[in-house]
C-alpha cells in the first residue's frame, strides 16, 4: 500500500497530529509547541486489524481543507495506524444529496468504521446506522443524535428513542465549542489594546460557529467586562463561500475591518473561508484567532498574526474512538468531548507570546481547570441561539 | 508546398452521414479522449505529488472503479439512475430553451425552488395519503419552477433582458431563498443545522432495488411529454422555429415573444421537476447546501445530448454513471484520486464537443460540417438584443 | 513574369476528370476546365449545376471523389485555401469574405500579417502596397477605412485586392455581379479586363447570359454537374446559352400578355416607415394595386423599398399613414391576420423571413398555416397532411430535392425559392408582394417564376413586385412606380416606359421634373 496518500498531510501535519495525540495524555490542555514522539492514544493496544476497513466521508468542500475535513481524516488515519488497519481512504461527495449514496459506497464495499465529517452529514449517518446495525458510524459533531422510538433519524427533533440502545454502534461527537470560545476570548480580550475585538463566522446557520462566538464572548467579558465585540458573518446561505472559498474571506476581511478600524483582534469561525480572513488581519497589522485546530500550524501563511486557536481535538476524538471500538470499550450514542476529557483547547502561541500579558498561560489554564471541574458558565442561556449575538 | 499527389488518393478515413457524426461520433470520440485526457491527468498527479511508488495501471484502477461503481450490480445501477433522474429533468429544462433559441443557465434557480416548493408542501402533507401528498408535492414543485422560470422570460419579452444574465442573478436569488426558508420558516425546530422536517407520505416510494425511487418514471414521462410537444404540436413547432429562425417566425405570425415566456416557463416546470425528485426521492427533506451541482450539470448534459430528449437521457445517464461511481473510485484507488476527477471529465468532454473542429482536425475528418446546434446558439443568442 | 503571356499559351490551370458525389447527389460528374494566363473563362450554369462544388474542389474546401488539378501542368493537391493560396489560386466569394468592423488593410491583411520581427505587424509596409495595388487600377483606397462603410461595390474591389495581395495568379470570381449596380459591374468588368491584359487567368461564374457574352473569352456550360459544352462568344448567343444550361429551350422574356385590372386590392396612403436606426426611410408613400395587375417599384437598393415592403406585410409598423387591403383597413393588423386575409409574401430576403433553413421542406412548406386544418387539429400535427402538402408543392412547382424531408438548406438557392413561392402563390391570394422575386436565380428558375407570376396576375390576384432588376420590372410589370429616397416620384406604364428614363428617375429622383432629354416620346 502507498505510504502517504494524494490528499496526505505534510510533515507539519503529522507533527501537529502528535502534538494533538500529546495533548490527550499531557496535564496541560495547551500543547506545547514542541513535537512530542509520543504515539497516538496509548490506551489502544496495537494489536494487528490489518483486515479492519475504515473509511472517511466528508463534508461537501475538499479534504486537504487544512481544517475540519482534513483533521477529522488525520484522525481516523491515526486510529487506523494505531491499531494497524490500512490506511482508510477518503470520499468527499459533491452535493448534499450524495450524502447517502457515498456512505452507502464503504458500506457495500464491506467496510467496518465509517466516520462522517461534519454536523450536515447528521441525518444521513444516523440513517446509515439504523440501515446497517452491523457497521460502526463515528459521526463528527453529530452529536447528541437524535433518533425516534424505532432509531430513525428524527427530524422533528422531538429525539423520543434512546439512541445509545437503538442505534449501539453509531458515535456521534459532540464538543463543547463554547469552552474553546472562551479561552479564545480570554486570549482576544487579554491581547486588544483598542478594547474592541471582532468574530467573522462562516455562515448565520451554523450551530456551532455561534457556541463558539458565544463562549468567546463570556470569555472576553471575563477579562474585560467593557469590551465590546463586532460579531458578524460572511454569508447568510451560501455554504460553500461560508466554509470553502478564502478569495471570499479575505476580501469579507478586509471590509470587515475597513468598517471597523478599532478592531485589533479578530476571531475567525469560518473554516476555509476563515483562512482569508485571517490574511485580512494579518496584512492590517492586527490580530487573528483560528479555530477547530492550531491555525499557526495549519496555515502558516498567517502564522505571523495568529496569537491562538480556539481548538476541538478532531483528531483525538475520532482516533480515541476507533481504538476503543477496536478493544470492544465504545458505546454508541452521544460522545461528547468537552474540557473534561481534553476535548478542546487553547492553541500555543507559538512565537507571538509576547502579544499577551506574562500571565496568559496562568489565566487560561485556570479557567480550562474549572471547565473540567464544571464550575465555569461558558454559554449563555440560549447556548447556539444567534439572537444573543445580535 | 504539399506533397504531390493526385487528390483521389487523399485520405478519408471516415465518411459519415452529418446527422451521424453529430449525435453519435462526436460525443462518443469526445468520451474517449476525455477519458484518455484523464488518464494523463492521474499519471501526471501521481509524478507531482510525491510520496507513493509511480503506478501506471491507476488510470485503469480509477476507470474501472468508476465504472463497477456505476454499472457492477443492480445497486450501482440503481445509485447510476437516482444521479441521472434529475440531471435528465434540468437537462430538458436546458436543452427545451435550447430549442427556442434561449441559454437557460438558471436551470439551477429553478432546480432549486422546485425542491423548495415540493418541501414546502410535501412537508404540510407529510401525514396524508400518499395519493395526495406525492402529487401534490409535485405539482408545488413543477409551479414553483415554473414560476422562476417565467420571470426571466417576461423579463425579455418586455425589455430584452438577456436571459443569461437575469438566470444568473436568480440562480444567487434562489440560493438566498432556500436559505432564509430553511433556517426561517421551514426550519425544524430543535435541530442542530437548519434542515426542514421530513417530507413523511409525500416521499416516492422505491420502486426499483434499494432506493430507485419513483422518479425515474418522472422524469421519463417528462422525456416522452417534452419530445411530444416539440416535433408533434404546433406549440412545439412554434417554439423550434422561434429558435432556429425570430424573423421567420414573426412573418409567420408567431409571437416569439410570447414563445419565450412560455419556454422558460416550461423549462422552470421542468428543472422544477428535477428539484422535486431529489427531495422527494433521495433526500426526502432539505438544506440549505442543497443541491449545488445539478443546475450546472444541465447544462453540459444539455449540450453533450444535442438538446435532444433522447440525447440528454443518454447524456444525463453518463453524468450520472460518474456521480455513482465517484464515491467508490475514491474508496478503491485509496483515495489517489479524488472525485474532482469526474469533474475533469465533465469538463474535457464538454471542450471537445465545443471544439468539434478540432477534433475533426486531429482525426483528420473531411466532409462532416454539422457541429453542435446548441453551442452555436449560445454564440448566435449571446448578445443578441431582443428577440 | 506573365505578362508577355499568349492566349494561346499552355494552361495556368487545369481540372481534369473531377468527379464529387455527395450523399443522392453527383454534384460533378468528369468535370474537366481550363484556363490560360491572359484569359477569361466563363463557367455558365444553373444553381446546382455543380459550380460550387467545383469551385470548392479548387478552392480546398471539398475534396474530390476522383480527377484531378494540374497547376503549370503540374499535378497538385489541394486539401485547404491556404494550398490553393500556395498556388496562387485565389477566391472572390459571392458573399463577401470582409469582417465589416475591421479595415480595409485588416481585412487584406487577415491570414497573412506581415510581421517586422517575431510580435509585431509591418503596417507601414503593408499600407504601402495596398495603395500601390490599388493605384495601378486607379483606385484611392485608404487602408484605414472600416469596410462597413464601403458601398458594395468598394468591398468587392477590396476582395480583389486581397486576392493580388497574396500574389494570386489564377482568379475565381464566384458571381462577382450579382450584387452590383449596371454603372459598378461596368467598372468591374473594367478592371477584369485589366487583370486579363496583365496575363492574369480568370474563372468568372455567373448566370447572366449577356454578361457572360460581354466579358468572356471562352463559355463552358455545365448542367447537372456535367459539361455540355464550350463556345466562344463570337460562335454563340444568349438563347443558345440558355438551352445549353437548362436542357431545352427557354423563353428568355416572359409573355407579359395583356391585363385586365380590377377593383383596388391594396391602398398605400401616406404610409411613412422608420428603418431599424429610426429613421424616416419612407416617407409619405401613396400607391394603389389592383387585382389584376403588376406593379413594379423600382429603385436603387436602399430608398426605402423593403421597408415599405416589410409595412405591406405586417412585419412592420408604420409610423404614419394608412394600409387598405380590400377595403379594410389592415394599418395595424399582424402578419398572420394580413395572411388569412389573402396576402402571400416573397421576401428579399429569403434566408431571413422566408425559412427556416435548418428545418426539413415539409415544415417549411407550412410555415404559415402550420395552425390550421388540415395541418393541424388542435394542436397537434398531422403529419399526413403535411407531408402531402409538400409533396404537392414539390411536384407542381419543380423544387429539385432529394426527398422532402431533408433540410431546407441543402437545396440551391433556386429550389429554396421555389418553394417560398410553391407556399405563397398557392390558393388564392389577393395579394402577392414579391421582393427581389429572382435575385441570384439561374434563368430555368427566373423564367419558372416569372411565368408563375403572371399566371396569378391573370387568375385576378394584385401583384406588387419589387426588384433591384430594372430588366425584370420592365419586363414584367403592368405600371411602374419609381422609388426614390423613400419617395414614389414617378409612375409610367409597363409597357411604355423607357429604360433610360426610369434609370435617371432612380438615381437622381428625376429633380430635373419633366424636362429630363430623354423623356420617352414613344
Redesign the interface.
Same mark, same amino acid.
Given at each position: 500500500m502507498r505510504k502517504q496518500r494524494w490528499l496526505g498531510a505534510s510533515a507539519a501535519l503529522v507533527t501537529l497530529t502528535l502534538v494533538l495525540a500529546a495533548c490527550s495524555s499531557g496535564a496541560s490542555p495547551s500543547a506545547s509547541a514542541a513535537g512530542s514522539s509520543e504515539s497516538a492514544p496509548a490506551s489502544v493496544p496495537v494489536t494487528a486489524h490489518s483486515d479492519l476497513k475504515i473509511g472517511v466521508v466528508t463534508d461537501v468542500g475538499t479534504a486537504n481543507d487544512k481544517n475540519f475535513n482534513e483533521y477529522t481524516y488525520v484522525g481516523t488515519k491515526q486510529g487506523a495506524a494505531a491499531i494497524g488497519a490500512a490506511e482508510p481512504p477518503v470520499t468527499v461527495p459533491k452535493d448534499s444529496s450524495e450524502f447517502a449514496s457515498s456512505i452507502q459506497a464503504y458500506v457495500d464495499d464491506g467496510y467496518d468504521i465509517i466516520v462522517t465529517a461534519g454536523f450536515s452529514l447528521g441525518v444521513a449517518t444516523t440513517q446509515a446506522a439504523h440501515d446497517n446495525p452491523d457497521v460502526w458510524f463515528i459521526g463528527v459533531d453529530q452529536g447528541p443524535p437524535c433518533v425516534n422510538a424505532e432509531g430513525l433519524p428524527d427530524t422533528t427533533f422531538a429525539c423520543a428513542g434512546d439512541a445509545a440502545t437503538l442505534l449501539p454502534h453509531f458515535v456521534a461527537l459532540s464538543y463543547q465549542e463554547d469552552q474553546a470560545g472562551y479561552l479564545a476570548g480570554m486570549a482576544a480580550a487579554s491581547a486588544s489594546k483598542s478594547g474592541t475585538i471582532g468574530a467573522i463566522l462562516g455562515i448565520s446557520l451554523c450551530g456551532p460557529c455561534i457556541r463558539y462566538t458565544q463562549g468567546f464572548k463570556l470569555g472576553a467579558e471575563s477579562i474585560n467586562p467593557d469590551i465590546k465585540l463586532v460579531v458578524n458573518w460572511v454569508t447568510e446561505s451560501d455554504f460553500v463561500k461560508a466554509f470553502n472559498d478564502p478569495v471570499s474571506g479575505k476580501s469579507y476581511g478586509d471590509q470587515f475591518l475597513q468598517q471597523n478600524p478599532d478592531v485589533d483582534v479578530l476571531f475567525q469561525v469560518a473554516g476555509k473561508t476563515g483562512n482569508g480572513v485571517l490574511d485580512a488581519a494579518c496584512e492590517a497589522g492586527i490580530y487573528g484567532i483560528g479555530v477547530d485546530v492550531d491555525q499557526s500550524l495549519s496555515y502558516p501563511n498567517a502564522a505571523k498574526c495568529t496569537i491562538t486557536s480556539a481548538m476541538k481535538s478532531l483528531a483525538l476524538a475520532v482516533s480515541t474512538d476507533i481504538g476503543k471500538i477496536v478493544d470492544g470499550s465504545m458505546k454508541g450514542g452521544d460522545d461528547h468531548w468537552d474540557a473534561s476529557r481534553d476535548g478542546i483547547a487553547y492553541g500555543p502561541f507559538h512565537d507571538l507570546a509576547s502579544a499577551f500579558p506574562a500571565n496568559m498561560a496562568d489565566l487560561l489554564d485556570a479557567a480550562f481547570a474549572k471547565m473540567k471541574a464544571g464550575t465555569l458558565v461558558t454559554c449563555p442561556e440560549k447556548c447556539g441561539d444567534l439572537s444573543t449575538l445580535k | 508546398m504539399t506533397t504531390e499527389r493526385p487528390p483521389s488518393q487523399g485520405r478519408r478515413l471516415v465518411a459519415l452521414p452529418a446527422t451521424v457524426w453529430a449525435a453519435v461520433a462526436l460525443p462518443f470520440i469526445s468520451i474517449v479522449l476525455a477519458l484518455l485526457v484523464g488518464s494523463i491527468v492521474i499519471l501526471a498527479s501521481e509524478v507531482i505529488v510525491p510520496g507513493h511508488p509511480f503506478d501506471v495501471t491507476l488510470p485503469v484502477t480509477a476507470y474501472a472503479a468508476l465504472f463497477e461503481g456505476a454499472f457492477g450490480g443492480l445497486d450501482p445501477i440503481v445509485n447510476t439512475i437516482r444521479a441521472a433522474t434529475p440531471l435528465v429533468l434540468a437537462g430538458l429544462a436546458v436543452g427545451l430553451a435550447f430549442k427556442a433559441g434561449l441559454f437557460n443557465i438558471g436551470a439551477q434557480g429553478q432546480f432549486l425552488l422546485g425542491a423548495l416548493g415540493s418541501v414546502t408542501v410535501g412537508v404540510a402533507l407529510n401525514q396524508a395519503s400518499p395519493f395526495i401528498a406525492i402529487p401534490a408535492a409535485l405539482l408545488a414543485g413543477m409551479l414553483a419552477g415554473a414560476a422562476w422560470g417565467f420571470i426571466p422570460g417576461f423579463l425579455k419579452a418586455i425589455s430584452g433582458a438577456h436571459e443569461v444574465v437575469t438566470t444568473i442573478m436568480l440562480n444567487y436569488v434562489a440560493v438566498s431563498v432556500i436559505a432564509w426558508a430553511v433556517s426561517g420558516p421551514l426550519d425544524q425546530p430543535g435541530s442542530p443545522s437548519p434542515i426542514t422536517a421530513q417530507v413523511g407520505n409525500a416521499a416516492l416510494p422505491v420502486i426499483i432495488g434499494r432506493n430507485g425511487h419513483l422518479g425515474v418514471l418522472v422524469a421519463l414521462a417528462a422525456v416522452l411529454a417534452v419530445g411530444w410537444l416539440l416535433f408533434r404540436t404546433t406549440r412545439g413547432f412554434e417554439i423550434r422555429t422561434v429558435g432556429a429562425n425570430p424573423d421567420a417566425a414573426r412573418y409567420a405570425g408567431m409571437q416569439p415573444r410570447l414563445i419565450v415566456v412560455l419556454t422558460m416557463s416550461l423549462a422552470g416546470v421542468l428543472a422544477g421537476l428535477a428539484g422535486a425528485t431529489v427531495v422527494l426521492g433521495v433526500t426526502h427533506y432539505m438544506m440549505a447546501s442543497f443541491g449545488t451541482t445539478v443546475g450546472f450539470d444541465s447544462i453540459a448534459v444539455a449540450l453533450l445530448g444535442r438538446s435532444s430528449p433522447v440525447g440528454i437521457v443518454f447524456a444525463a445517464i453518463l453524468f450520472g454513471a460518474m456521480r455513482a461511481g465517484a464515491p467508490l473510485m475514491q474508496i478503491q484507488t485509496g483515495s489517489l484520486i479524488p472525485a474532482e476527477l469526474v469533474d475533469v471529465l465533465q469538463a474535457t468532454i464538454l471542450l471537445f464537443l465545443a471544439a468539434h473542429e478540432v477534433i475533426r482536425h486531429i482525426l483528420k475528418l473531411r466532409g462532416v460540417k454539422a457541429g453542435l446546434e446548441t453551442t452555436d446558439t449560445i454564440a448566435r443568442t449571446y448578445g443578441r438584443e431582443s428577440v | 513574369m506573365t505578362s508577355d503571356v499568349q492566349v494561346t499559351q499552355a494552361p495556368a490551370l487545369e481540372m481534369r476528370g473531377i468527379t464529387k458525389r455527395y450523399?443522392g447527389v453527383l454534384a460533378n460528374a468528369g468535370i474537366s476546365l481550363d484556363v490560360r494566363p491572359g484569359e477569361i473563362h466563363a463557367l455558365l450554369g444553373e444553381n446546382g449545376a455543380g459550380k460550387t462544388t467545383l469551385m470548392n474542389?479548387l478552392y480546398g474546401l471539398? /475534396?474530390?471523389?476522383?480527377?484531378? *488539378?494540374l497547376v503549370d501542368g !503540374?499535378?497538385?493537391?489541394? !486539401?485547404s485555401p491556404h494550398?490553393a493560396i500556395?498556388h496562387r489560386i485565389s477566391m472572390v466569394h459571392q458573399h463577401f469574405m470582409l469582417v465589416p468592423v475591421l479595415s480595409v488593410s485588416d481585412n487584406i491583411l487577415l491570414g497573412e500579417e506581415p510581421m517586422a520581427g517575431p510580435i509585431f505587424l509591418d503596417r507601414a509596409r503593408a499600407h504601402r502596397r495596398i495603395r500601390e495595388l490599388g493605384k495601378t487600377f486607379g483606385w484611392e483606397i485608404d487602408p484605414d477605412q472600416r469596410v462597413e462603410s464601403l458601398s458594395v461595390g468598394w468591398q468587392q474591389r477590396v476582395e480583389i485586392l486581397k486576392a493580388l495581395y497574396r500574389n494570386a495568379r489564377i482568379l475565381v470570381l464566384d458571381e462577382p455581379t450579382a450584387v452590383l449596380t449596371p454603372q459598378e459591374t461596368k467598372e468591374i468588368f473594367a478592371v477584369l479586363r485589366r487583370l486579363r491584359a496583365e496575363g492574369y487567368a480568370i474563372i468568372f461564374i455567373s448566370h447572366k447570359l449577356h454578361e457572360v457574352l460581354e466579358i468572356a473569352d471562352r463559355i463552358t456550360v455545365i448542367r447537372r454537374g456535367k459539361v455540355v459544352g464550350s463556345r466562344t462568344p463570337a460562335a454563340t448567343n444568349e438563347e443558345d446559352l440558355a438551352e445549353m444550361m437548362v436542357g431545352r429551350e427557354v423563353n428568355l422574356t416572359a409573355d407579359r400578355g395583356t391585363s385586365h385590372p380590377g377593383e383596388v386590392i391594396l391602398r398605400v396612403e401616406q404610409v411613412r416607415v422608420k428603418d431599424d436606426r429610426r429613421s424616416e426611410v419612407v416617407q409619405g408613400v401613396d400607391l394603389e394595386v389592383r387585382s389584376g395587375e403588376i406593379l413594379g417599384i423600382a429603385g436603387v437598393a436602399g430608398n426605402g423599398q423593403d421597408e415599405l415592403v416589410e409595412a405591406i406585410?405586417g &412585419?412592420r409598423r408604420p409610423s404614419s399613414g394608412r394600409i387598405e387591403l380590400a377595403g379594410r383597413d389592415v394599418t395595424h393588423a399582424?402578419? /398572420?391576420?394580413r395572411?388569412r386575409l389573402g396576402v402571400g409574401?416573397v421576401?428579399a430576403d429569403r434566408h /431571413?423571413?422566408? &425559412?427556416?433553413?435548418?428545418?426539413p421542406l415539409t415544415?417549411n412548406f407550412i &410555415? !404559415?398555416d $402550420? $395552425?390550421e386544418p388540415p395541418y393541424?387539429r388542435g *394542436? *397537434? /400535427?398531422n403529419?399526413a397532411a403535411i407531408d402531402a402538402r409538400a409533396r404537392r408543392g414539390i411536384r407542381d412547382y419543380d423544387v429539385r430535392t432529394p426527398s422532402a424531408t431533408v433540410t431546407t438548406g441543402t437545396l440551391s438557392g433556386g429550389n429554396q425559392q421555389k418553394l417560398i413561392v410553391a407556399r405563397e402563390f398557392d390558393g388564392e391570394q389577393r395579394l402577392l408582394v414579391l421582393d427581389q422575386p429572382t435575385r441570384g436565380l439561374d434563368v430555368g428558375s427566373i423564367e419558372f417564376i416569372h411565368g408563375q407570376t403572371i399566371a396569378k396576375r391573370d387568375a385576378g390576384t394584385a401583384i406588387l413586385l419589387v426588384s433591384a432588376e430594372l430588366d425584370e420590372v420592365l419586363e414584367l410589370s403592368d405600371r411602374i412606380a419609381v422609388i426614390y429616397r423613400g419617395q414614389i416620384v414617378a409612375v409610367r406604364d409597363g409597357r411604355t416606359a423607357d429604360k433610360n428614363e426610369i434609370g435617371i428617375l432612380m438615381a437622381t429622383g428625376g429633380s430635373g421634373a419633366s424636362g429630363s432629354p430623354s423623356s420617352p416620346a414613344a
Open positions: - | - | 450523399p474542389i471539398a /475534396r474530390p471523389d476522383a480527377g484531378e *488539378i !503540374t499535378p497538385v493537391e489541394i !486539401t494550398d500556395a406585410v &412585419l399582424g402578419p /398572420r391576420q395572411h409574401f421576401p /431571413r423571413f422566408g &425559412l427556416v433553413l435548418s428545418f415544415d &410555415l !404559415t $402550420y $395552425y393541424a *394542436i *397537434i /400535427r403529419e
